[in-house]
């Protein structure tokens, strides 16, 4: 009886959770149109992504092919929409299917684990799995659109469940199966989730070993459910395993950047992570007037939803208060404590316990957006708890009035549903309501005619689209309605489209194109080095295989940050170049074509050499700027040994050295435990000085740590000094200030030992730039002490003790504004570079910029300084002009014979003049007060009150748009809140209050106002606040009430008619007094940085001696190349970006290449093959024949593979990503592996549960 | 002397009377000492005071002297834990709210600690 009625009670509930798991995403489809954009993939066109996702390399990619192991990971999700596709259903029906899957894998797994862990227990399975279904996490997870993650990461509790009865029972190998065959449902989609999901499996394990008695049999288990899991998952473990350290090389600096990990950790902080809010995606932002998330802004703002958030964590942790508690209560909560504890990152308390985790422990900066990863712990845990709780208070009422306890139960389980509502509406995914457009599917018509057209088309090629977004990861936005990350052009229009700007290691030659064009938005890896614009564009175009180049007026191209130029204007500038003319337009796509020559996928380069480049990468746009420049050449930048050196050609490209300055530190601000801010007069400040000992002690053996270290001790040890010289207490400033030397002193010694050895990067000697600020201020203190207080003897000690140790850096590396001539702030500039062996060089410059140049009368300027080795010996370089000399132009220097080494040329700045000049004025906007001194008016002060915002401007007078700028000027805090910087640009002819409003007053608007505007729903606006902002970041000056100097450079781009200098405070309540900074001595100029460059040109041979080469794709990963009448050796180049494990193989006597040729290549003598799509043949799993040497692989054109190929004759080449051959074995393995478990599984019965 | 024995003549020393007035008057005297640096600390003014060091303070007093009940403990904490929501909708300092949250968390840890350690005993004595 008892049993029946618990089996209707699992039915009723059961059947609820399928009713909400279908009705849930049905409602995101109210115009039955697919959903598509922010984070999730749909697949468009399913054929083509066949031919492109089973595979390793992603020949569709924005990148000019990439590595791409990880997507391996989506081939069950695709090949369930193939299965759809094939059974008739519609793209949309099919969608709508994933997502119920989503939906009720959430709900029957959650069920299933919470009636693993407490049998006979429905009601909390019942709640734990809505709960687990319908939260504030997985609504943040669906305002991303992160469908494909969710798709995975839902089945983790089945997985457990799974797991937890396999221990349970007596049987081991067909529960291991079981759960083996589970872990397929859970995947990787996201690494460290996926690590997340396991440890939380593992920690389960441990748990369990208490419990039970016969440990062996669980130890058993586990191993053989982790060796069956290993089999079965080989497909994708072995290829994600051998892309990690490629990957890792390539962006690991930049995820493991600290500053990334307070950043995404802001939101995370424990009043948010407790009730599961912490998670970035549930996070909003203002555009313009319109939030980015509808919902996010509504929890933050209703007060109904702010109660309402808390019942999580209360019920959740309600769980320990009750006498029935068991072990698991205990061990549950126990594991949401700590993942809470995770999830909150470097938020209070003890975040520096995550900090070290992230810099010490290998592989945790996975984890760099922990409140990201760590929700499925903390859900896991609350999921179960809630359930746990609300069936105690249910079976304690129910033994007063059964009727009582019934109608708990509804009401718990329609608040919890209730206050997820946008599940239920809809509203949980973007549909229009905020910021972001909604998603649904709508593409116009012209995309299907311009992907008609271009199947017309033969032989292979790439699109290059413009504007192109800065990241691989920006979002692209679509005026009739998309946004998202997504290869959307290329999935449209079935060819490679390259769309976003470069980040992948190899693309500086897309980067240069860009630049070219007027697109480049990522000032920071441009900032470093002045490309001259050339009308040559199309010759850096053809060497990418692009035959097309796409203006997009589609694209909301004031979304793209940083600056792109409208698609008028890049019209504009296409139109300008040589060789590129228009071909049609599709609606609002207009298609331009290259006329030069377009290099094919695979062609021979010339054999006489081509051009060695050295030096910079980023002076591509130099390099190609030469007329006698030939593309078909092929250029090195890693040249081998053994070439014929009589026949090339040597270009050295020098490399400005800029010192940036870096971004204020923020993360090495944070305070360390425990969190108090002793100050210098604290009894207990020894202790501070006592943990910088020792962290100095530790990190001995790391210069950048150590320098670093030592910074902050100059710093305190300057606050000292500043203390006494105010209360006038000069008892102690001898010794202080003998301490504070012996710092510096230290610290140039790591220093100068770095730089020596040839570790020190440019961020260390920024640094010591900063502090060698001090040593100016000290000085100007120094001063005034002598002026106030008639203390000369104090002074004159200060000055005796004090050396001129800065003169002991190398005259090159030394800080320019550090110089002789400091009073102008002149100082020298200087090229570095490298020559690759001895010979007589051409010194050219490029005359682009010579407009903050002084000319003389005649119009002439001189260039003095010299060439300098790195022994300190130095050629002289004494050079005038002519005469007037026109822009960009290449001109020479002289010729000097260099020895091979590294060199750095140093020549002294041109002398520039103050833009500003004296009479600039601030425009305010918002709450602050501005004024010159009365005592000093060359020094203003900006004063914000406590809690306001409010920003100061003042445009650059006639802004050239290709110019460097240098801007400069010293400032102090008095109290409150420091001044932040920024430089901003537009593109109007005025930039009026309004515009600035417009631009600025998304972050400068106090939160009173933001929650006035609430209402004003309805206006779709797409502008970010970075709009028209240049800078990449803003930068927080120093919180000091010393004068510092601060310097950096800016280049305002293309198109930019206004350009200026902000400084604002914006609304902080963590500051207590009013915000009072001081600004003086405000300076702007132009920067003399124009290309330098070494060549060295030898007697070429017109030689034309190439093979014929026909070349087909059989997929991806895998071309043939035919070779007829190879006379000598020569250079193949394949146009995918390198990558060590591509091989080629020669093949002597091997099948021919059979199939119609699609396309003619006269320059290069290449013909191409109508390509195929065979995923698997059994020949592909073995080598095809003999290895090209790997020491003959070498990176060509900047970014493709190159093979020094010396059989001569006819024969063929197979080129091969190795890594498919490996995933082919592992995908035999795994799926024999399932093949067997599965029939031995179903041929024998499932046991029953032994208990 | 063997080890066992100074082991024990340790023990004794530690459960005397004496000595565990001694260790109250030492807790007493340590929080008092550390309000110092805490007091002093810059977020003060903003923030209550040092939260967290409090709550140990809290549980360790009554840990070792009128024993609470973990189920008494995490009341306390789910009665502050009500204190944030209206701090949330008044907009108040941020600062409060977190050190507010902090303390909440440090209370809810530390009644996990008294409870798995409570239960290590009594699965030792089993």
């Known amino acids: 009886m008892a049993k029946t009625r618990e089996q209707n009670h699992h039915f009723i509930f059961l059947a609820i959770i399928a009713l909400l798991g279908i009705i849930a995403p049905m409602s995101f489809f109210k115009n039955n149109l697919p959903l598509a954009g922010l984070d999730t993939m749909l697949p468009i066109d399913i054929h083509l992504r066949m031919k492109e996702w089973p595979y390793l390399w992603g020949y569709f990619s924005s990148m000019l092919g990439a590595d791409f192991s990880g997507r391996i990971i989506y081939l069950p999700q695709l090949l369930s929409y193939v299965v759809m596709n094939w059974l008739g259903l519609s793209l949309v029906a099919s969608q709508k299917i994933i997502f119920i899957q989503i939906f009720l894998t959430a709900g029957f797994s959650m069920y299933f684990l919470s009636s693993t862990i407490w049998k006979k227990r429905p009601l909390i399975a019942f709640i734990a799995a809505l709960i687990f279904m319908f939260n504030p996490v997985m609504a943040g997870f669906w305002q991303q659109f992160l469908s494909d993650s ?4 839902v089945a983790l509790p089945l997985v457990l469940g799974l797991f937890l009865r396999g ?53 058993k288990f586990a191993f053989l459910a982790l060796v069956l899991t290993l089999l079965l998952n080989l497909w994708w473990i072995i290829p994600q395993a051998i892309s990690l350290p490629k ?25 948010n992570t407790i009730r599961l809010l912490g998670n970035s995606y549930w996070g909003y932002s203002l555009w313009n007037d319109e939030v980015s998330n509808y919902i996010g802004f509504l929890y933050e703002t209703e007060p109904i939803l702010i109660w309402l958030s808390f019942i999580y964590p209360f019920f959740a942790f309600l769980a320990l208060s009750f006498r029935r508690r068991d072990k698991t209560v205990v061990f549950l909560t126990s594991l949401g404590i700590v993942s809470l504890f995770l999830a909150k990152g470097v938020s209070r308390p003890f975040g520096s316990v995550y900090d070290w985790l992230f810099q010490k422990v290998p592989g945790f900066f996975l984890f760099r957006t922990p409140s990201d990863k760590f929700w499925i712990m903390t859900l896991l845990t609350y999921s179960l708890l809630i359930g746990f709780s609300i069936t105690e208070i249910f079976n304690w009422l129910a033994k007063k009035s059964k009727a009582l306890s019934g109608i708990l139960v509804l009401v718990t389980t329609v608040i919890f549903l209730a206050v997820q509502w946008p599940f239920f509406t809809g509203d949980v995914i973007p549909n229009g309501k905020s910021a972001i457009p909604s998603l649904e599917f709508k593409p116009p018509s012209y995309y299907q005619e311009l992907s008609n057209w271009l199947k017309e088309q033969k032989g292979s090629f790439r699109i290059l689209n413009l504007p192109g977004a800065n990241r691989f990861t920006r979002w692209l936005v679509y005026k009739w309605g998309f946004l998202g990350a997504y290869p959307l052009l290329a999935e449209f229009l079935g060819r490679p489209v390259v769309d976003k700007q470069p980040q992948a290691p190899s693309d500086f030659l897309r980067l240069a194109a860009y630049y070219q064009l007027g697109n480049f938005s990522d000032i920071s890896t441009i900032i470093d080095q002045q490309l001259p614009m050339s009308k040559s564009v199309s010759r850096i175009l053809g060497l990418m295989n692009i035959r097309y180049v796409l203006v997009n007026h589609d694209v909301e191209w004031q979304h793209l940050h940083y600056g792109s130029e409208s698609p008028e204007e890049l019209e504009r500038n296409l139109s300008s170049q040589e060789m590129i003319e228009k071909e049609r337009d599709f609606g609002n796509l207009h298609l331009y074509r290259l006329k030069g020559t377009v290099l094919p996928e695979i062609y021979s380069a010339s054999a006489d050499g081509g051009i060695e480049f050295f030096g910079n990468k980023k002076q591509l746009g130099a390099f190609s700027s030469f007329d006698d420049y030939l593309p078909e050449n092929g250029f090195y930048l890693n040249p081998l040994g053994g070439e014929t050196a009589e026949k090339r050609e040597i270009f050295i490209g020098t490399d400005y050295r800029y010192y940036r300055e870096t971004f204020s530190r923020n ?65 102690g400033l001898a010794k202080a200030q003998q301490k504070y030397e012996e710092t510096i002193r230290e610290m140039v010694e790591v220093f100068e030992k770095g730089w020596r050895s040839g570790e020190t990067v440019d961020t260390l000697a920024l640094d010591v730039r900063k502090r060698l600020n001090y040593q100016e201020n000290f000085l100007v203190w120094a001063g005034k002490v002598l002026e106030n207080k008639d203390e000369e003897n104090v002074i004159k000690k200060i000055l005796v003790n004090f050396p001129n140790w800065y003169s002991g850096l190398g005259e090159f590396i030394r800080p320019w504004w550090f110089d002789d001539d400091l009073a102008n702030e002149r100082g020298l500039a200087g090229y570095e570079f490298r020559v690759p062996e001895e010979g007589e060089y051409n010194l050219l410059l490029n005359t682009h910029d010579l407009e903050s140049v002084d000319l003389d009368q005649q119009g002439r300027f001189k260039i003095e300084g010299g060439i300098v080795d790195r022994s300190g010996t130095k050629i002289p370089l004494n050079w005038v002009s002519p005469g007037f000399i026109g822009a960009n132009k290449w001109i020479s220097l002289g010729k000097f014979f260099l020895k091979s080494g590294d060199y750095t040329l140093v020549i002294a700045n041109q002398r520039t003049r103050n833009l500003l000049g004296a009479n600039y004025y601030w425009r305010i906007f918002g709450d602050g007060k501005n004024w010159p001194l009365s005592d000093d008016p060359s020094t203003y002060q900006m004063e914000v009150e406590r809690r306001k915002a409010a920003a100061f401007y003042t445009t650059f007078p006639n802004p050239d748009s290709s110019a460097t700028y240098r801007v400069s000027f010293s400032y102090r805090n008095i109290s409150g809140k420091p001044l932040r910087v920024l430089i901003f640009k537009t593109r109007e002819n005025e930039f009026s209050e309004k515009d600035f409003e417009e631009a600025f007053s998304s972050f400068l608007i106090p939160s009173e106002i933001k929650r006035a505007r609430r209402e004003r729903t309805g206006v779709k606006v797409y502008k970010s606040y970075t709009i028209n902002v240049l800078a990449n970041e803003e930068e927080e000056l120093i919180k000091e009430s010393i004068w510092q100097r601060s310097i950096f450079d800016c280049h305002p781009g293309e198109g930019a008619n206004v350009v200026g200098l902000v400084f604002f405070i914006d609304e902080d309540k963590s500051y207590l007094n009013d915000s009072i900074n001081q600004i003086n001595d405000l300076r702007v100029e132009r920067v003399f940085d124009n290309p330098i460059v070494f060549r060295q040109t030898k007697e070429r041979e017109i030689l034309d001696e190439r093979p014929e080469i026909f070349f087909k794709r059989i997929n991806p990963t895998r071309y043939e190349v035919g070779v007829k009448g190879a006379v000598m050796p020569f250079k193949l180049v394949f146009n995918e970006s390198f990558d060590p494990d591509w091989r080629a ?89 399932m093949i067997i478990l599965s029939s031995y599984f179903f041929l024998s019965g499932y046991p029953k549960n032994s208990r | 002397m063997n080890l066992l024995e100074r082991l024990r003549q340790t023990r004794r020393l530690f459960t005397n009377e004496i000595t565990i007035k001694l260790f109250r008057y030492l807790a007493i005297a340590t929080f008092v000492v550390l309000s110092f640096p805490i007091l002093s600390r810059s977020s003060f003014v903003r923030g209550l005071f040092n939260l967290y060091l409090a709550a140990f303070f809290l549980w360790l007093g009554t840990y070792i002297y009128c024993r609470l009940e973990t189920k008494t403990l995490v009341l306390v904490a789910l009665l502050l834990l009500l204190f944030l929501p209206p701090l949330l909708i008044l907009d108040k300092d941020i600062l409060i709210i977190e050190d507010l949250s902090i303390y909440i968390y440090e209370i809810l840890s530390l009644a996990i600690i008294q409870e798995v350690v409570s239960r290590y005993k009594r699965y030792k004595k089993r």
Request: positive net charge.
């Open chain 1, 150 to 153: 969710l798709y995975s990461f």
């Open chain 1, 167 to 219: 221990l349970e029972t007596s049987r081991i190998l067909k529960p291991a199966i079981l759960f083996s065959f589970s872990t397929l449902l859970f995947l990787p989609y996201n690494p460290a989730i996926y690590a997340i999901g396991m440890g939380v499996i593992g920690i389960f394990f441990v748990f369990n070993l208490f419990g039970t008695k016969d440990k062996i049999k669980s130890f």
């Open chain 1, 247 to 271: 990957f890792i090389s390539h962006y690991g600096a930049e995820i493991k950047e600290p500053s990334r990990l307070v950043s995404q950790s802001t939101r995370a902080y424990l009043p």
């Open chain 1, 667 to 731: 993360y090495t601000n944070f305070p360390p435990f425990p969190f108090i801010r002793l100050l210098p007069d604290n009894p207990l400040y020894s202790m501070v000085e006592l943990r910088d000992f020792y962290r100095e002690k530790k990190f001995r053996e790391d210069p950048p740590a150590l320098i670093l270290t030592k910074l902050d001790l100059a710093d305190k040890r300057m606050a000292e000094i500043d203390k006494m010289i105010k209360t006038g207490n000069f008892s």
């Open chain 1, 1145 to 1233: 193989y020669i093949v002597r006597d091997g099948e021919k290449i059979e199939g119609e040729t699609v396309a003619e290549y006269v320059s290069v003598n290449a013909f191409e093959i109508a390509p195929e799509s065979i995923f698997f043949r059994f020949s592909f799993l073995k080598k095809p024949g003999k290895e090209i040497s790997r020491g003959n692989h070498f990176l060509i054109n900047g970014y493709a593979n190159g093979w020094s190929v010396d059989e001569l004759g006819d024969y063929k080449i197979i080129l091969l990503y190795q890594p498919q051959r490996y995933f082919y074995y592992c995908l035999i393995i795994s799926i024999s592996i």
